[in-house]
């Protein structure tokens, strides 16, 4: 009887720093009076941190947290936070944008760290991020002999391998891929595209994996050449810069997720000067599609402010030397958008693997404390792989 007090107090003080000491305080009302439904409508407001203790409080709690209802409900609700893949400790990093002084700050918890290496076939690997969609994470690398494809959701702390991949063996392939949900099916895919180096006789070809089949399906060849490891989701659709456009006007192709057809999309309207640039990149700020390059010690950035409208791109950023020289600048920096803060900045990476704010207004940047990692914007879920039938899931170990 000891343990129930104990438990009720636990679940009562949680309850207490969600609704108030007020609405406790008056008449006898006890968590244990509370529906399933006011239950969920509670924990669900929850941070993801709080909802994973709350997961070890008792069994009725784990069951409504591990319930559908609550995980797709969560999901409409889940706040856009950041995931860092850290190559010094082979750990995904979650990261808090939290509000101090009116300004937004980011935030790391190590308790909301997983370390990759607690599964043996992540032990030493080099690995990538290639996408997030619903708290769900594409991680790509190699076992020592071909590349391989992983799903991992690092809040319910469980990964499934996808099966080698068609041509994965052969030399001197170059592979970008995507990741994302069909908004009209609710299929998770898994894209890739291949692309072999150092032969005149190359044509990109496409691969596709739905979460659930067990298999590659090969979708035949590509009419031009992509550039970036990893495409942007957006819209049901994965964007790619292309490479080989010397006889269109457009830059960028898409890729329809649920006709899983490619075609040409539009592009900023640059000028000869903008058109020879060292790096590009594609990503997602405030919701709206972006496309970034970087030449002679210069920073760009467009955005586009109405999906699929070519005047709608706008010029958001521009960094130079000049504006802010406490960068440390070289011709063959890499500049990639993460995403944006709540009170208008940005959040980039750059140098490979060094995060930075950007401030529009002032034109001026602060470098972060997180170096040698890999980022993208994220939205936590509790979303079961075991959601998706036919499927390995794996847990990683305590």
């Known amino acids: 009887m000891e343990n129930e007090g104990n438990l009720s107090t636990t ?19 006890s968590i244990h009076d509370l529906s399933d439904n006011h239950m969920v409508a509670i924990l669900v407001r929850l941070p993801v941190k709080t909802i994973v203790h709350c997961k070890c409080v008792c069994r009725d709690w784990l069951n409504l947290i591990t319930d559908s209802h609550f995980i797709n409900l969560h999901l409409t609700e889940s706040p856009e936070y950041f995931m860092l893949l850290d190559d010094c400790t082979n750990s995904l990093r979650l990261l808090d944008i939290q509000e101090e002084d009116g300004a937004n700050h980011l ?18 690997a080099q690995l990538f991020v290639d996408g997030s969609v619903n708290g769900l994470i594409c991680l790509t690398g190699s076992d020592g002999t071909s ?7 690092p809040i319910t702390r469980e990964y499934m391998i996808l099966p080698k991949q068609i041509d994965s063996t052969e030399c001197n392939i170059v592979n970008s891929y995507g990741f994302g949900v069909s908004s009209l099916t609710g299929e998770y895919k898994v894209m890739r595209v291949i692309q072999t180096i150092r032969t005149s006789q190359a044509v990109p070809a496409a691969d596709v994996y739905t979460l659930g089949t067990g298999q590659w399906r090969r979708l035949g060849h590509l009419a031009y050449f992509i550039y970036g490891h990893r495409g942007t989701f957006l819209n049901n659709h994965f964007h790619w810069h292309i490479c080989d456009y010397e006889d269109t006007l457009e830059k960028i192709c898409t890729f329809d997720i649920d006709n899983e057809k490619f075609q040409l999309f539009p592009s900023p309207p640059l000028d000869l000067e903008e058109d020879i640039h060292f790096e590009r990149m594609m990503g997602v700020v405030k919701g709206c599609l972006c496309y970034s390059y970087y030449t002679f010690c210069e920073f760009t950035m467009w955005v586009m402010k109405v999906y699929g409208i070519k005047n709608s791109w706008q010029k958001e950023v521009l960094i130079n030397q000049n504006i802010c020289p406490n960068l440390r600048w070289s011709l063959n920096m890499h500049f990639v958008p993460i995403g944006s803060l709540k009170d208008g900045r940005f959040l980039m990476m750059y140098d490979q693997g060094k995060l930075f704010v950007y401030h529009p207004d ?5 470098e972060t404390e997180f170096s040698d990692v890999d980022a993208i914007s994220y939205r936590p879920s509790f979303l079961k792989l075991q959601t998706f039938e036919s499927e390995s899931v794996h847990k990683f170990l305590r």
């Open 147 to 153: 590349d391989m494809a992983y799903i991992c959701n």
């Open 107 to 124: 935030h790391h918890d190590p308790i909301m760290s997983l370390n990759l290496n607690l599964a043996p076939i992540f032990q030493n």
């Open 362 to 366: 002032t034109s001026t940047t602060q």
């Open 11 to 29: 679940k009562d003080s949680l309850l207490k720093s969600v609704v108030g000491d007020t609405k406790m305080n008056t008449g006898n009302t």
